[in-house]
C-alpha cells in the first residue's frame, strides 16, 4: 500500500476534489482506499435504528452487514483518538491510500488551497506538502502547483509522489 495526502482548510474542497479523483485513479487501475479526520462529533448511523441502539446502549463496536457493504464503528469511550499509524493499520489493503484531513501529520500530501477561503496557505511552512491543488497561483512554492480542475494531473502527482505504508509508518513512529 501507498499513502497519499490531501490536506488543505475547511472549505478548500478536499472532499469535492477527492470525489473527481478517486475515479480517474481507478480508471488508472489503482484500487484506492480513504482515511478521512473529523474535527467534530459525527455519526454515521440513524437514532432508532438497530446499530445506533446498540451504540447508545454501549457497545464499543458494532458491525454491521449486509449483501452489499459492511461497516465498523468503534465508540471511543473517552478514550484518546487513535493517530493515523493506528487508523492506517486498520484498513485493508489497496494500491493507495487517500488521507484527508491529518494536515500536521509528516506524510506526504497534495495541499489544497482556494483562495476565495481567504486562508493562508500551508505549503511554506511543511516540507511534506509535495505539491498544491489551487485557483491561485504560486510562483514561489518551490514544487508543482496544479489548478483544482487539473484532475489527470493531480492523479499523476498523488500516484508518483504516494509514500509506501511502511516509510509513512516510521515517520509517524518518529523514525526517519
Do not use: C, Y
Amino acid at each position: 500500500m501507498r499513502v497519499i495526502g490531501l490536506a488543505g482548510w475547511s472549505g478548500a474542497g478536499k472532499t469535492t476534489l477527492l470525489t473527481r479523483l478517486i475515479p480517474e485513479l481507478a480508471r488508472r487501475g489503482a484500487s484506492v482506499s480513504t482515511l478521512k479526520h473529523a474535527h467534530h462529533a459525527f455519526d454515521v448511523d440513524t437514532p432508532g435504528k438497530d446499530s445506533w441502539e446498540h451504540r447508545q446502549a454501549g457497545a464499543r463496536e458494532v458491525l454491521i452487514s449486509s449483501e452489499r457493504r459492511f461497516a465498523l464503528m468503534h465508540e471511543l469511550r473517552d478514550a484518546p483518538e487513535p493517530v493515523l499509524r493506528e487508523l492506517l493499520a486498520r484498513l485493508s489493503p489497496v494500491d493507495l491510500v487517500i488521507v484527508e484531513g491529518f494536515k500536521r501529520e509528516p506524510h506526504a500530501k497534495i495541499e489544497i488551497h482556494r483562495a476565495a477561503n481567504g486562508k493562508a496557505p500551508l505549503h511554506p511552512g511543511d516540507a511534506s506538502i509535495i505539491a498544491i491543488a489551487s485557483d491561485d497561483v504560486f510562483p514561489e512554492a518551490g514544487r508543482p502547483v496544479l489548478h483544482l480542475d487539473d484532475i489527470a494531473g493531480i492523479a499523476t502527482i498523488a500516484l508518483a509522489g504516494a509514500e509506501p505504508l511502511a516509510a509513512v509508518e516510521a515517520r509517524l513512529r518518529g523514525e526517519r
